[in-house]
């Protein structure tokens, strides 16, 4: 591997634009997720959370589910050459066993590891780089919901060099474990004009389980408050001067919009506590609460339900056996994306 990668930045994830979105955040007191992926140390502390506690990693049941979907997806996309583009890569690890079975089944692959996060696209690089050409992957750092051109970006394959490699190959977009932590009327109609009519779309999500959708929320409430996630999630406002001391982190289950529930970790100040940036002051009195981090829930019928309403249609689905997290193979019913021409 060669000592030097190249990564291409857009614009929405420059220096000016994420210092407005922080301060954004703490004026809101709403945290942008991307904050939590934002440093090296989060990152890296997000991958050792995920490691430990994600049912891909740990449970075989979970590992099958995600690999009954690449197969189906490997399946139906019969071109010779494959594009996996994968959006909120992560760590890469999801996308590299899809681009693997791709490899296995003859196809030439290119992948593009898509986050906000640099040291995630690096991560996913070199996680790709063992099945991978090196001049076969794109890394690109951008934030989804604050870009509007992404689609021609995506269509156009960023450069004349990419655009010459990847002409002839068909598309997988992956969106892994995303959904929950957007606002489904902000991402998905983002999600929707990405998915051309030809691509295949590969979504997962986690799920409530049962019949039951306020009793299946209930059972997951306890996954999510761990010393693990505690960590991760108190680094950012431990980052900005906020002491463990200062208050206590809460999780619970709120009501969203489109009939979802989600869960909720808001930190509650005890104590008085001033955050400075530069000349912007933000003031946490003793009472006051900063959210943190959301986590919606779906189910199966409401996966199909929200995405049916922006255009996206679920083809398939496998669905672990604790009906925890579900992988769907979708396509855009309406032909909404962009169409760049060739
Ligand atoms: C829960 S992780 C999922 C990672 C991976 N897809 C997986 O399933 O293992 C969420 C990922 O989304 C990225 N992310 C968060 N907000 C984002 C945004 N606004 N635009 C792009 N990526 C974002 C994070 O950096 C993180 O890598």
Known sequence: MSSIAKVLIHASQFPEKIRHDLLDSLHARRVNHKFHYDSVKQTQKWLALHQACSPARNDADCAAIYDRGFAA????????????????????????????????????????????????????????????????????????????????????????????????????????????????????????????????????????????????????????????????????????????????????IEDGGFDLKRIVACFHFKRSRRIEIDDERFNFRSGGIIRLFFSYRYTPERVRKVLARFGLEVRDQWITRSKEEGVFLCRNSEGRALRVPD
């Open 73 to 252: 997806a490997v399946a139906r996309t019969k071109s010779k050459a494959v594009h996996v583009i994968g959006l909120g890569c992560g760590g890469g690890q999801k996308d590299t066993r899809l681009l693997k079975l791709l490899k296995k089944a003859g196809r030439e692959i290119f992948y593009t590891p898509c986050d906000v996060s640099t040291a995630m696209v690096l991560t996913a690089r070199r996680t790709a780089l063992k099945v991978l050409q090196e001049k076969n992957c794109f890394p690109f750092v951008c934030d989804l919901v604050a870009t509007d051109d992404l689609p021609a970006i995506l269509a156009s394959r960023f450069t004349s060099h990419v655009s010459r490699l990847t002409h002839h190959a068909s598309r997988i977009i992956t969106f892994f474990g995303m959904i929950p932590n957007f606002e489904p009327q902000i991402i998905l109609p983002k999600l929707a004009s990405l998915v051309r009519p030809n691509d295949f779309l590969l979504f997962s999500a986690n799920l409530a389980p049962g019949a039951d959708y306020v009793a299946g929320m209930e059972k997951v409430l306890p996954q999510y408050d761990n010393p693990l996630t505690r960590d991760w999630l108190m680094t950012f406002l431990l980052d900005l001067g906020v002491e463990k001391k200062d208050g206590e982190l809460r999780f619970a």
